[in-house]
């Protein structure tokens, strides 16, 4: 009985991580495959290893918190651990049927999480710390990513032509495609570091496997993934939730991984998902505030906008606008605001001499709309709410009320 119930365990972990491998290998090295700068097999090859170091270095010390600090090792008796591992997959069906990516990381804490109340053996102190940063970190990465795309980006764009090469790529070309490999590796270090634990640290808390045999366990099945479903990920990596450039998509690739890897290195179980969508957000919502200066944003907040021929508009209290000391012969088109971002008209990178200022309209430039959907956005920040929490009541009420020995 109990080699059937190992034998079940490590097919749910295996479950876990080739669903893991299906969806990171698509964030990860999308821009790469997409610029045809490597093939899906390379990037599938790169994945495989990179997950594995990354899952070996820093990620041991998320299978140490996430199997034996939140509870005890003692509580993760192997049916316990196979009822926890259940519960991750559960939350990657349902992510995959309402087409949105689960935080396996966040459900993972919350399934272990609702077994330590369920038995009174929860560390709050733990549990406190890694939700605390939960909240710091989608709120570090949308400001990061928002100074980036506010003081940074356009001139990061003018300087480097990430495009796909030709027959015959220039030098630049050729660089650019190195960086969108060399990226896509260390995002794929920073996925197997934080992901490795969700696949099998109950199983190593419980002691049926060594911690380095699992960590080679979830390497190997997310390499399964890598190669196999992630292929179709490939190829649709640019969802309806974002439309990013490459250059975007390496920006939020860095800013992301590298919260991410900083976290696991202090062995606290996070989201790249989540991190990553703040990344997209702050990135747009900085790009698309770049035509209002900080100084103008506080006066108008005071006096009301500027109407941009000198007058103000204030509110006449019935939820309609009036001009203050306008001219005559304004036309109707005086009413746009001066700080509104016109569509992007087109794709060409300025020259440096060319980057507009902070304050001045840039005809190029898109609005934080065109960079992403913000009911998708809302869609998944739900889900990613939703899914920990109904897998930590989940949890509790099963530990609670059924007999698992």
């Keep these: 009985m109990v080699a059937v119930l190992l034998a079940v365990g490590v097919a749910v972990a295996v479950f876990v991580g080739f669903n893991?491998?299906?969806?990171?290998?698509?964030?990860?090295?999308?821009?790469?495959?997409?610029?045809?700068?490597v093939?899906?097999?390379?990037a599938a090859a790169l994945m495989t290893v990179f997950a594995l170091l990354g899952g070996a270095t820093v990620g041991?010390?998320?299978?140490?918190?996430?199997?034996?600090d939140i509870v005890p090792r003692s509580q993760f008796t192997l049916?316990?651990?196979?009822?926890?591992l259940f519960f991750v997959g559960f939350a990657l069906l349902v992510s995959n049927l309402f087409g949105v990516p689960a935080s396996t990381s966040m459900t993972a804490v919350g399934a272990i999480a609702g077994l330590g109340v369920?038995?009174?053996?929860?560390?709050?102190?733990?549990?406190?710390?890694?939700v605390t940063w939960w909240l710091v970190a989608p709120v570090l990465a949308f400001w990061v990513c928002a100074v980036i795309g506010r003081y940074l980006y356009p001139h990061l764009e003018a300087r480097f032509a990430l495009e796909t090469p030709g027959p015959d790529p220039s030098r630049r070309e050729r660089v650019g495609g190195v960086l969108v490999v060399v990226i896509g590796c260390y995002m794929a270090f920073s996925a197997g570091a934080s992901n490795v634990a969700n696949a099998v640290a109950p199983l190593v808390g419980?002691?049926?496997i060594g911690l380095y045999p699992g960590v080679f366990l979830a390497a190997g099945a997310i390499g399964l993934g890598a190669f196999t479903i992630a292929r179709r990920t490939l190829d649709t990596v640019g969802n309806d939730l974002t439309e990013l450039p490459i250059l975007a998509a390496l920006v939020v690739e860095v800013v992301s991984a590298s919260i991410i890897t900083g976290l696991s290195r202090i062995g606290i179980?996070?989201?790249?998902?989540?991190?990553?969508?703040?990344?997209i957000v702050g990135l747009g919502w900085g790009r698309a505030t770049r035509t209002t200066r900080l100084a103008d944003a506080a006066d108008m907040a005071v006096s009301g906008p500027d109407r941009g021929d000198g007058s103000a508009v204030s509110d006449r209290g019935d939820g309609s606008a009036i001009a203050e000391d306008a001219p005559d012969g304004g036309g109707a088109d005086e009413?746009?605001?001066?700080?509104?971002?016109?569509?992007?008209?087109?794709?060409?990178?300025?020259a440096p001499a060319d980057v507009p200022k902070i304050g001045e309209k840039d005809p190029d430039e898109s609005t934080a709309a065109d960079l992403f959907d913000p009911q998708a956005t809302g869609r998944v920040v739900v889900l990613w709410i939703l899914t920990p929490s109904v897998s930590a009541l989940a949890s509790y009420l099963v530990f609670r009320f059924l007999p698992i020995p």
């Design 118 to 130: 369920a038995t009174d053996t929860i560390d709050w102190g733990v549990m406190g710390e890694i």
């Design 269 to 279: 179980p996070a989201s790249l998902a989540v991190s990553a969508t703040m990344c």
């Design 206 to 208: 419980s002691g049926e």
């Design 79 to 84: 049916a316990a651990s196979v009822a926890v």
């Design 20 to 37: 893991i491998g299906g969806s990171s290998t698509g964030v990860a090295f999308g821009p790469a495959v997409g610029s045809e700068t």
């Design 39 to 42: 093939s899906k097999t390379t």
């Design 60 to 68: 041991t010390n998320v299978v140490e918190t996430m199997g034996g």
């Design 335 to 350: 009413t746009k605001s001066d700080f509104e971002v016109e569509p992007a008209t087109s794709q060409r990178p300025p």
